[in-house]
């Protein structure tokens, strides 16, 4: 996805810093420099997930909790939720990237994609665009009948609403929203004539303007977000700023796990983990719980011994348990290469919303164009005709962004999804300075399936990471309908009526084919080849016989005792929506069930 990125923040905003450093809207949490030797609960990595459960779990006065997180504390620009793009490549962010790729990301460098992932309190809640959307409630219900008995629609439902404060009235009382939760959720606070031209838009092509997380997905609307205020609201502000202060719960950054202490009994004793040039040892009176993210919760349980058996054995590392982890890796793949131009001036350039009156607004009053998440106005479910027409189960998501690549001028978008200049001096240079707005579709249940590999035995040595997309053919054929959706959708009389065309410049390598013919199009979607951030599955949860999963359906290691990965991957499929909430629901589930295991099982 894309987003305005401003080059600078300017100096007198270091009053932005004061008035949230020393507010109930803190977005650094209480840290601490001292820890013990034996916890309860060891947790691995304050992300996402690992913020929920450091606060769930240590509701329990009687329980000890300790908290790992590798990163940091998050950047200031952090908290303006326009500024999304610019976290990625910071020291908030692990700065991977993918494998050359075989069959898309042509017009990357390298042929690589990047895979931006949070290394810093609140995780990669800190870096997403902040929108909130639970997915379809067929996903779940396919995880229950696929071997994960408790996670239907039904029964996840209410760990969305636990968490839930949302601020929005008219959808806040839908009968499908709750308030009073952690997690602060609404719309942003300020829309720009082309965010209310795209919910138009879908009225024209017949979609409804609807809450996507209410009766019915498929539909448009502006969509809301987590943030607070007209802030960024992460997962450490929500949840850990809340929690920081108890005194049975100790969260230390900085702190990056090397591997999980498995006993001869196979049971996860603690972890071992360096924190400034130093090694320690803490052990776990009751469990483990790795909550480090799709891609380095696989690595951290393949280096511990836990993962393929004959992979393992290339680096040396004795196999406790013989597992798949890493594998069925799934990912919400897209395309960028559907732009518009336009007369009216109303898009998202920095010159026009880079200002002091901008910048004391939202300081002030939490309003303004720096409030927008991430430069994304609009969502759009939709469904191609490989869908079931008669089923609300679309399998395209829309992401309408309020500008383009062209936009910075190349500043910075060019550079955190990876063009060429070559891509770049050849499609957006005709059009820096101008007004523009793109249309981001994805596949929303895609067929390709990647995965994650070590690379070496030295936990600092970043893992393989091969997505395979479209290695199906069908995924393919899927997202050149759902181009073709949205260059129609951005062509609708309230675009028309703003001056709107289409982009006429070629992708490079495209150039033999018609300008958005079929087979045009497929060559965009190979050329300029695009994550919205959501990798999950490494870590599969199912049926402890299926020889496919990691994890039961408590999210128990299988065949480790003390041992849980709760996080993005353990979801079986992909969920057909942007994949926060769902992991926050993970989360508040799992605490759930952890505090249940311990009630029948006892204390140790």
């Not at 450093?21 to 996402?48: C, H, K, Q, R």
């Not at 990163?71 to 999304?84: C, M, Q, Y």
């Not at 994960?148 to 609403?161: I, N, Q, T």
């Not at 490079?508 to 087979?519: A, F, T």
Request: charged content about 20%.
């Amino acid at each position: 996805m894309a987003s305005v990125l401003l080059s600078f923040i300017p100096p007198f905003v270091s009053l932005f810093a004061l008035l949230y450093l020393f507010s109930d809207n803190s977005f650094v949490p209480p840290t601490t420099l001292v820890f013990d030797s034996e916890y309860d609960y060891i947790i691995v990595g304050a992300g996402s997930a690992g913020s929920v459960l450091a606060n769930r779990l240590s509701e329990d006065p009687s329980v000890r909790v300790l908290l790992l997180e590798a990163g940091g504390t998050p950047k200031l620009k952090s908290e303006l939720p326009i500024l999304a793009a610019q976290l990625q490549m910071t020291r908030n962010d692990w700065r991977y990237y993918t494998v050359p790729q075989k069959r898309s990301c042509f017009g990357l460098v390298g042929r690589k994609m990047p895979w931006p992932r949070g290394k810093v309190l609140g995780g990669s809640s800190v870096l997403n665009y902040m929108l909130y959307i639970r997915g379809n409630k067929r996903d779940y219900d396919k995880w229950a009948r696929n071997g994960a008995p408790g996670w239907s629609w039904k029964e996840v439902f209410p760990y969305f609403l636990k968490s839930e404060d949302n601020r929005d009235p008219d959808i806040a009382l839908n009968g499908y929203h709750a308030t009073g939760g952690y997690l602060t959720i609404s719309r942003a606070p300020f829309t720009t004539a082309l965010g209310y031209a795209f919910e138009k838009a879908a009225l024209y092509m017949g979609y409804t303007n609807n809450d996507l997380n209410g009766i019915q997905q498929t539909g448009a609307a502006i969509p809301q977000g987590t943030i607070r205020r007209g802030s960024r609201c992460s997962t450490a502000k929500a949840f850990l700023s809340s929690a920081g202060n108890r005194p049975n719960l100790d969260i230390v950054i900085n702190a990056f796990v090397t591997k999980i202490l498995i006993d001869v009994k196979r049971r996860a004793r603690g972890v071992l983990f360096d924190r400034l040039g130093k090694s320690f040892k803490v052990i776990a009176r009751r469990e483990v719980i790795v909550s480090a993210g799709t891609i380095n919760s696989a690595q951290l349980l393949m280096l511990s011994g836990i993962g393929p058996k004959k992979h393992l054995r290339k680096f040396g590392i004795p196999a406790i348990a013989d597992l798949p982890v890493g594998e069925n890796l799934q990912d919400h793949v897209g395309s960028a290469g559907i732009h518009f131009e336009m007369e009216a001036p109303v898009s998202l350039l920095p010159n026009r919303i880079l200002s002091p009156q901008n910048f004391i607004n939202f300081i002030a009053r939490g309003k303004g164009p720096l409030s927008i998440l991430g430069g994304c106005e609009g969502l759009a479910f939709v469904k191609t005709p490989f869908a079931n027409a008669s089923d609300d189960w679309p399998d395209i998501e829309i992401h309408f962004i309020s500008s383009s690549p062209s936009s910075d001028e190349g500043r910075s978008i060019r550079k955190v999804m990876g063009l060429t200049d070559r891509a770049f001096e050849t499609v957006y240079v005709p059009y820096i300075g101008k007004d523009s707005y793109t249309m981001y579709p994805v596949l929303l249940r895609p067929k390709s399936r990647g995965k994650i590999l070590l690379q070496s035995s030295n936990p600092y040595v970043k893992p393989i990471i091969d997505p395979r997309y479209f290695s199906s053919a069908k995924d393919m054929k899927v997202l050149v309908e759902g181009m073709k959706i949205s260059l129609k959708m951005g062509l609708q009389l309230p675009f028309l009526k703003m001056g709107a065309r289409l982009f006429t410049t070629k992708f490079p390598g495209c150039e033999p084919y018609p300008i958005y013919s079929d087979l045009y199009l497929e060559c965009v979607a190979r050329t300029y080849t695009i994550t919205i951030y959501h990798p999950v599955g490494t870590c599969k949860m199912g049926n402890p016989w299926d020889p496919t999963t990691v994890v039961d359906p408590h999210l128990r290691v299988k065949g480790i005792k003390g041992l849980r990965v709760v996080d993005a991957s353990i979801m079986p499929t992909i969920v057909s929506g942007n994949t926060n909430a769902p992991v926050i629901m993970i989360a508040e589930k799992a605490s759930d069930l952890i505090k249940l295991s311990q009630l029948r099982y006892g204390k140790r």
